[in-house]
Protein backbone atom coordinates (compact mmCIF):
# COMPACT_ATOMS: atom_id res chain seq x y z
CA UNK A 1 0.00 0.00 0.00
CA UNK A 2 1.41 3.37 -0.69
CA UNK A 3 1.06 6.39 1.51
CA UNK A 4 0.14 9.79 -0.08
CA UNK A 5 1.64 12.65 2.82
CA UNK A 6 0.11 16.07 2.68
CA UNK A 7 3.15 18.74 2.62
CA UNK A 8 0.98 21.64 3.35
CA UNK A 9 -0.69 19.53 6.35
CA UNK A 10 2.76 18.83 7.49
CA UNK A 11 3.51 22.85 7.71
CA UNK A 12 2.39 24.35 10.08
CA UNK A 13 0.51 27.66 9.16
CA UNK A 14 -0.89 29.43 11.87
CA UNK A 15 0.60 30.68 14.96
CA UNK A 16 -0.35 28.05 17.27
CA UNK A 17 1.01 25.52 15.42
CA UNK A 18 4.00 26.86 15.18
CA UNK A 19 4.35 27.16 19.05
CA UNK A 20 3.11 23.56 18.90
CA UNK A 21 5.63 22.16 16.90
CA UNK A 22 8.29 24.03 18.55
CA UNK A 23 7.45 23.15 21.67
CA UNK A 24 7.30 19.83 20.48
CA UNK A 25 10.65 19.46 19.32
CA UNK A 26 10.29 20.27 15.62
CA UNK A 27 12.18 23.56 16.43
CA UNK A 28 13.60 23.90 13.18
CA UNK A 29 10.04 23.39 11.40
CA UNK A 30 8.57 25.74 13.39
CA UNK A 31 11.01 28.70 12.75
CA UNK A 32 11.13 27.73 8.94
CA UNK A 33 7.16 28.73 9.07
CA UNK A 34 7.89 31.49 11.59
CA UNK A 35 9.98 33.55 9.59
CA UNK A 36 7.94 32.97 6.15
CA UNK A 37 5.22 34.04 7.77
CA UNK A 38 6.22 37.05 9.50
CA UNK A 39 9.31 38.14 7.38
CA UNK A 40 7.16 40.88 5.80
CA UNK A 41 6.46 42.10 9.03
CA UNK A 42 9.55 42.53 10.85
CA UNK A 43 10.91 43.84 7.50
CA UNK A 44 8.20 46.63 7.15
CA UNK A 45 8.82 47.68 10.98
CA UNK A 46 12.22 47.53 10.46
CA UNK A 47 12.82 50.01 7.72
CA UNK A 48 10.73 52.52 9.31
CA UNK A 49 12.72 52.21 12.75
CA UNK A 50 16.25 51.83 10.84
CA UNK A 51 18.18 55.18 9.21
CA UNK A 52 19.17 52.81 6.50
CA UNK A 53 17.61 49.65 4.10
CA UNK A 54 21.49 47.89 5.39
CA UNK A 55 20.16 48.48 8.87
CA UNK A 56 16.99 47.09 8.60
CA UNK A 57 17.86 43.73 6.83
CA UNK A 58 20.32 43.33 9.99
CA UNK A 59 18.14 44.43 12.30
CA UNK A 60 15.80 41.71 10.38
CA UNK A 61 18.04 39.30 10.70
CA UNK A 62 18.98 39.94 14.11
CA UNK A 63 15.23 39.51 15.25
CA UNK A 64 14.77 36.26 13.72
CA UNK A 65 18.11 35.09 15.52
CA UNK A 66 16.44 36.42 18.69
CA UNK A 67 12.90 34.65 17.72
CA UNK A 68 14.86 31.12 17.27
CA UNK A 69 16.01 31.46 21.61
CA UNK A 70 13.07 33.02 22.70
CA UNK A 71 10.01 31.62 20.79
CA UNK A 72 9.61 28.84 23.59
CA UNK A 73 9.45 31.70 26.04
CA UNK A 74 6.43 32.90 24.96
CA UNK A 75 3.58 33.15 27.17
CA UNK A 76 0.75 33.80 25.35
CA UNK A 77 0.01 37.42 27.14
CA UNK A 78 -0.11 39.17 23.88
CA UNK A 79 -0.47 38.66 20.26
CA UNK A 80 2.88 36.79 18.32
CA UNK A 81 2.56 39.76 16.37
CA UNK A 82 2.92 42.10 19.19
CA UNK A 83 5.41 40.44 20.61
CA UNK A 84 7.50 40.61 17.47
CA UNK A 85 7.08 44.42 17.17
CA UNK A 86 8.20 45.01 20.74
CA UNK A 87 11.15 42.55 19.72
CA UNK A 88 12.27 44.62 16.30
CA UNK A 89 11.96 48.12 17.55
CA UNK A 90 14.19 47.05 20.20
CA UNK A 91 16.41 45.83 17.90
CA UNK A 92 16.22 48.50 15.70
CA UNK A 93 17.08 51.00 18.78
CA UNK A 94 20.03 48.55 19.68
CA UNK A 95 21.18 48.87 16.47
CA UNK A 96 21.04 52.57 16.18
CA UNK A 97 22.60 53.07 18.95
CA UNK A 98 25.50 50.96 18.33
CA UNK A 99 26.05 52.92 14.84
CA UNK A 100 26.24 56.37 17.05
CA UNK A 101 28.59 54.92 19.28
CA UNK A 102 30.69 53.30 16.53
CA UNK A 103 30.94 56.77 14.04
CA UNK A 104 31.41 58.83 17.37
CA UNK A 105 34.15 57.07 18.05
CA UNK A 106 35.43 56.42 14.69
CA UNK A 107 35.99 52.55 14.46
CA UNK A 108 33.41 50.09 13.09
CA UNK A 109 32.27 47.13 14.97
CA UNK A 110 35.19 45.17 14.97
CA UNK A 111 38.73 45.96 14.36
CA UNK A 112 39.68 46.70 10.41
CA UNK A 113 35.75 46.27 9.49
CA UNK A 114 34.40 49.38 7.13
CA UNK A 115 30.22 49.71 7.64
CA UNK A 116 30.02 49.56 4.19
CA UNK A 117 25.83 48.69 2.84
CA UNK A 118 25.49 45.87 0.78
CA UNK A 119 25.17 46.94 -3.07
CA UNK A 120 22.12 44.75 -3.41
CA UNK A 121 18.98 46.55 -5.26
CA UNK A 122 16.75 45.58 -2.18
CA UNK A 123 13.25 46.25 -2.92
CA UNK A 124 13.01 49.13 0.08
CA UNK A 125 15.87 51.11 -1.95
CA UNK A 126 14.23 51.18 -4.67
CA UNK A 127 10.95 52.44 -3.40
CA UNK A 128 13.20 55.22 -2.13
CA UNK A 129 13.85 56.56 -5.31
CA UNK A 130 10.39 56.92 -6.12
CA UNK A 131 9.74 60.85 -5.27
CA UNK A 132 6.19 60.64 -3.87
CA UNK A 133 7.23 57.49 -1.57
CA UNK A 134 10.43 60.58 -0.32
CA UNK A 135 8.10 63.10 -0.62
CA UNK A 136 5.45 60.88 1.59
CA UNK A 137 8.38 60.13 4.36
CA UNK A 138 9.43 63.78 4.77
CA UNK A 139 5.29 64.41 5.50
CA UNK A 140 5.57 61.72 8.21
CA UNK A 141 8.64 63.01 9.89
CA UNK A 142 7.07 66.29 10.53
CA UNK A 143 4.37 64.86 12.62
CA UNK A 144 4.50 64.73 16.01
CA UNK A 145 6.01 61.49 17.50
CA UNK A 146 3.00 59.66 18.69
CA UNK A 147 0.91 60.37 15.33
CA UNK A 148 3.78 59.75 13.40
CA UNK A 149 3.95 56.00 15.42
CA UNK A 150 0.12 55.38 15.40
CA UNK A 151 -0.25 56.19 11.82
CA UNK A 152 2.16 53.94 10.88
CA UNK A 153 1.20 50.82 13.01
CA UNK A 154 -2.37 51.47 11.60
CA UNK A 155 -1.41 52.13 8.32
CA UNK A 156 1.64 50.43 7.20
CA UNK A 157 1.94 47.55 10.07
CA UNK A 158 -2.34 46.85 9.85
CA UNK A 159 -2.23 46.22 13.48
CA UNK A 160 -5.87 47.42 15.34
CA UNK A 161 -5.95 50.10 18.08
CA UNK A 162 -6.65 47.46 20.51
CA UNK A 163 -2.96 46.06 19.58
CA UNK A 164 -1.38 49.38 18.94
CA UNK A 165 -2.53 50.21 22.52
CA UNK A 166 -0.83 47.06 24.33
CA UNK A 167 2.06 47.82 22.53
CA UNK A 168 2.02 51.51 23.48
CA UNK A 169 0.24 51.50 26.37
CA UNK A 170 -1.76 54.37 24.83
CA UNK A 171 -5.60 54.25 25.44
CA UNK A 172 -7.56 53.98 22.90
CA UNK A 173 -9.22 56.62 22.28
CA UNK A 174 -5.89 58.63 22.56
CA UNK A 175 -4.77 56.51 19.67
CA UNK A 176 -7.72 57.06 17.59
CA UNK A 177 -7.21 60.83 18.16
CA UNK A 178 -3.54 60.42 17.12
CA UNK A 179 -4.88 58.50 13.72
CA UNK A 180 -7.29 61.18 12.94
CA UNK A 181 -5.09 63.79 13.27
CA UNK A 182 -1.78 62.35 11.43
CA UNK A 183 -4.49 61.72 8.39
CA UNK A 184 -6.00 65.38 8.59
CA UNK A 185 -2.36 66.69 8.38
CA UNK A 186 -1.29 64.17 5.92
CA UNK A 187 -4.20 65.37 3.74
CA UNK A 188 -3.19 68.91 3.99
CA UNK A 189 0.10 68.28 2.80
CA UNK A 190 -0.62 66.08 0.09
CA UNK A 191 -3.56 68.70 -1.29
CA UNK A 192 -1.47 71.45 -1.39
CA UNK A 193 1.82 69.76 -2.67
CA UNK A 194 2.10 69.40 -7.08
CA UNK A 195 1.42 65.69 -6.72
CA UNK A 196 -2.13 66.35 -5.64
CA UNK A 197 -2.39 69.32 -8.93
CA UNK A 198 -0.82 66.39 -11.34
CA UNK A 199 -3.27 64.62 -9.78
CA UNK A 200 -6.59 66.98 -10.48
CA UNK A 201 -5.13 67.96 -13.95
CA UNK A 202 -4.92 64.42 -15.02
CA UNK A 203 -8.52 63.69 -14.47
CA UNK A 204 -9.91 65.95 -16.39
Request: with cysteine; proline share 2%; charged share 25%.
Amino acid sequence: MEFVYDINAMTPSTDAEILAEYRTGRRDVALTAFVRMHQRFVMSVALRHSSTAHDAEDAAQEVFLRVATKLGEFQGNSTLQTWLYRITVNVCTSIHRRRKFTAFFGFGEAEGELDVPSSASAPSQLAEHNEFDVYIKNVLAELPPKQRETFCMRHYDELSYEEIAEITGTSEGALKANYHWAVKKIAEKVRSSEYYANWKEGTR
